[in-house]
Each structure stands twice: as C-alpha cells, then as structure tokens.
C-alpha cells in the first residue's frame, strides 16, 4: 500500500485553525469550554473581564501554529490509542492515561511555553484542579475506551495560555 504524502505547506494556519476547531469539537470540547476557564483564571485578578474576550484569547491561542501542531498531535495519538493502532507498552499506558507518562504534559507545556512563566503557573493549576471541561474528559477517559490522555491537557494548556494572554494583554 503506497501512501500519497502531501507538501507540509498545503494548509495555511487558517485552515489549520479551523480543523483543530473541528477535530476539538468532535471530541466534545468546544473553545467556549476553553473561555470560561480562561475567565475563571483571571476574574480575580481583572474583575471587568467578559466572557467574550476571554473567547477571543483562546481563539488568538489557536490561531498559532505551534499551538495548532501540539493539538493535531496530541488528538491524534489520543485516536489512534482508541482505534487499538499503537503497539503495546504505549497503547496500555496512553488508555489507561497512566500517571507517570507525563509526555500528556510535555506537549502541552509546548503550548504554554509561547506565553512565559504566567502560562506555567496556571496550567499547572488547571492540571491539577481539573476545572470544568477539564475534569470531564480526564474522568472519560480513565480505563475506557476513550482516550483524552493528551486531549484533557490539552485544553488546559489552551485556556492557561489564554489567561496568560489576558494577564500580558492588560499587566500594568
């Protein structure tokens, strides 16, 4: 079976956006479950802040190519493990969303690395408080069929990385 590999190029990063959108969606996540994080994250800190720009950080978030290329990555190893098309170790691990792989949050730290230290911070709170969407896919996917192990830190990283777009957006 010979398979036809296109230019890297072929998809501009609007393109890419908007398959990310489709891909997250399909997977139940939409960037509104993102915004409300995001807006979670910073209300304390900007008490003026609106839902709607909250969206439009997530939506600047994903407009990025590196973000764009950690989530088509991430989704699709997360598929693949569901489909039964990764050998074992790996398949187990990424089912089971084993707890010492952390690869899941390596590549989401790819995401947050754009937006500095503030990223940091806040997706490791979101990592471990598991905040609304958040929490859902993480509890799906434990032992299932489903696999979210990289879909679940994903979204936080998203949402932390929008929060510290915010945070940069308005420092004094």
Excluded at 46 to 58: G, I, Q
Aim: overall charge negative; aromatic content about 8%.
């Amino acid at each position: 079976m010979s398979v036809e590999y296109k230019e890297p190029n072929r998809f501009n990063d609007l393109e890419k956006y908007e398959i990310v959108v489709k891909r997250l969606a399909d997977r139940g996540v939409k960037l509104e479950d993102m915004a409300q994080i995001t807006l979670d994250l910073q209300i304390k800190y900007l008490p003026t802040l609106t839902f709607d720009l909250c969206l439009e950080h997530v939506k600047r978030v994903v407009m990025k190519r590196e973000v764009q290329n950690a989530v088509l990555t991430g989704l699709e190893l997360d598929m693949l493990a569901e489909r039964g098309l990764i050998s074992e170790p790996l398949s187990s691990m990424l089912i089971n969303d084993y707890g010492l792989y952390g690869i899941d949050e390596i590549l989401a730290l790819a995401i947050v690395n754009v937006y500095g230290s503030i990223g940091f911070t806040n997706f490791g709170y979101v990592d471990k408080t598991k905040p609304g969407i958040i929490g859902k896919l993480d509890a799906e996917g434990k032992g299932k069929k489903v696999c979210n192990t990289f879909l679940d830190d994903i979204v936080g990283a998203i949402a932390a990385a929008a929060a510290s777009s915010v945070a940069h957006r308005f420092a004094t």
